[in-house]
């Protein structure tokens, strides 16, 4: 399967996954209570296990919001590269791992789940500006033979710059490996709201690399 069509498959996982706590919903209270208006008092009548899968929908959901504009833009800009199909191949198996494990209320295995999740997610929860994360990333994308095709950064680079951090996290993105086609993802607000805009990754950092 290529990347989009494994895309596809969480798009559409996605949306299953609103079906067991909604018919558990349906056997406890009705179909026509269903599908009133949300009573607050029938939400905390419901099975942990239903409350659990709901809980998990909405990340899914939430998540599917960051990982799927990146992957696009990722593929836009070089749909030939073959690491895409892998990461959305384990994005969707990590989703659906999450889901499992987590509407089963079981916390060991729930943990590893996330923790393929936030991997995939380029580090959402890493300390972009710290000694250890990033460099960890390019030394086993290279062990590895990878280069990096996208990385998402939302906004976070304002916050760098306020903490003083950014230059060192400049100097280890540059120790990733990184081609022509390497590109960052950002998140920039404007009069219309938050829009996506692109960047070469190599020609950036460039100058950050030549003290590392």
């Given at each position: 399967m290529t990347d989009l069509q494994w895309l596809a498959a969480t798009v559409l996982f996605a949306a299953l996954t609103v079906f067991p706590y909604v018919l558990e919903r349906i056997f406890r209270i009705g179909l026509w209570r269903t599908m009133d208006n949300p009573d607050p008092a029938d939400d905390a009548k419901a099975s942990s296990w239903a409350q659990r899968a709901k809980r998990a929908h909405i990340n899914a959901v939430e998540n599917l919001v960051l990982f799927a504009p990146a992957l696009i833009a990722a593929h836009l800009h070089n749909p030939q590269a073959s690491v895409l199909a892998t990461a959305a191949q384990i994005y969707f198996f990590a989703r659906l791992t999450h889901y499992v494990v987590y509407a089963a209320g079981v916390p060991v295995l729930r943990s590893v789940g996330d923790e393929g999740r936030e991997m995939l997610l380029a580090l959402k929860s890493g300390n972009f500006g710290g000694p250890k994360a990033l460099r960890a990333v390019g030394a086993?994308?290279?062990?590895?033979?990878?280069?990096?095709?996208?990385?998402?950064?939302?906004?976070?680079?304002?916050y760098l710059r306020?903490?003083?951090?950014?230059?060192?996290?400049?100097a280890n993105t540059a120790t990733l490996p990184l081609d022509r086609t390497s590109t960052f993802i950002r998140s920039q607000s404007g009069a219309g709201g938050f829009a996506l805009s692109l960047g070469a990754i190599q020609t950036e950092v460039g100058a950050c690399g030549a003290g590392r």
């Open positions: 086993w994308l290279k062990a590895h033979d990878q280069i990096v095709s996208a990385y998402y950064l939302s906004n976070v680079e304002q306020q903490d003083g951090l950014w230059e060192i996290w400049c």
